[in-house]
């Protein structure tokens, strides 16, 4: 079983819908979480950064971190035709030197 | 503004050739790592550094050598390439990963190997 679970898609949404990711990881050591977005034929880039259980918000970008579910959750309101990519979850431990990543979601999303 | 280069792009193979996969930041970052990307399989990390002479084997090392002689340049060298080589490989670099400060990687743009 991969320590990192993450759903493949395609998650095809129309333009200005929610797009709602997630991913679910077994090792409680993670405590650092993030997303990365990856246009085709390009490196990841990184959209969110958190550490904390709750809710973060930057723009049209929410992620959601239930540590005691091992759960977290990225949405994007107001989708774009410019949202579609593959969303990689990614997670590290306190003391880690490595990063663990989500097999990646790719989204669609159609005018 | 350079960032994180990746040389080549692409490249074709032989099974048994060996070539070298080549890694520069001009941002002065101690950390610098490889990892291969594979349909289905998100990234998996080959090796790391957390500073110039200093590596470490990531999940799927085997088949893959790395040094680190500057803080510049990680390159990642295929002994004798087989064919479950083949990928994209990506490079990333960073000041450090658990830094609630947020420090994030900054990737490349990949090379794409196949291995015949």
């Known amino acids: 079983q991969k320590e990192v679970e993450q759903d493949p898609g395609p998650l095809s949404v129309p333009e200005g819908a929610i797009v709602s990711l997630n991913c679910t990881y077994s090792?409680?050591?993670?405590?650092?979480f993030m997303w990365y977005r990856q246009y085709s034929r390009k490196g990841p880039e990184l959209l969110m950064y958190?550490?904390?259980?709750g809710n973060k918000e930057d723009g049209r970008f929410t992620a959601q971190v239930d540590k005691s579910s091992k759960y977290i959750s990225l949405f994007i309101r107001d989708s774009q035709p410019s949202d579609s990519a593959t969303y990689l979850c990614?997670?590290?431990?306190?003391?880690?030197?490595?990063?663990?990543f989500g097999g990646g979601t790719r989204v669609l999303v159609k005018p | 503004n350079a960032g994180v280069t990746q040389t080549p792009k692409f490249q074709v193979l032989k099974t048994g050739q060996s070539m070298t996969l080549q890694c520069a930041q001009d941002?002065?970052?101690?950390?610098m790592s490889w990892y291969r990307q594979d349909p289905g399989m998100g990234l998996r990390l080959i090796h790391y550094?957390?500073?110039?002479?200093?590596?470490d084997q990531g999940e799927v090392p085997n088949g893959y050598n790395v040094s680190r002689s500057t803080t510049e340049d990680f390159p990642l060298r295929l002994l004798s390439a087989a064919p479950s080589q083949t990928s994209v490989y990506f490079c990333?670099?960073?000041?450090?990963?658990?830094?609630?400060?947020?420090?994030?990687?900054?990737f490349g743009s990949g090379t794409q190997l196949s291995v015949l």
């Open positions: 990333a670099s960073g000041t450090g990963l658990a830094n609630p400060s947020g420090e994030k990687l900054f």
């Open positions: 090792n409680s050591a993670f405590q650092y």
């Open positions: 958190t550490y904390s259980s």
């Open positions: 990614a997670m590290i431990s306190a003391a880690g030197n490595k990063l663990t």
């Open positions: 941002m002065n970052h101690e950390y």
């Open positions: 550094s957390v500073g110039a002479g200093i590596t």
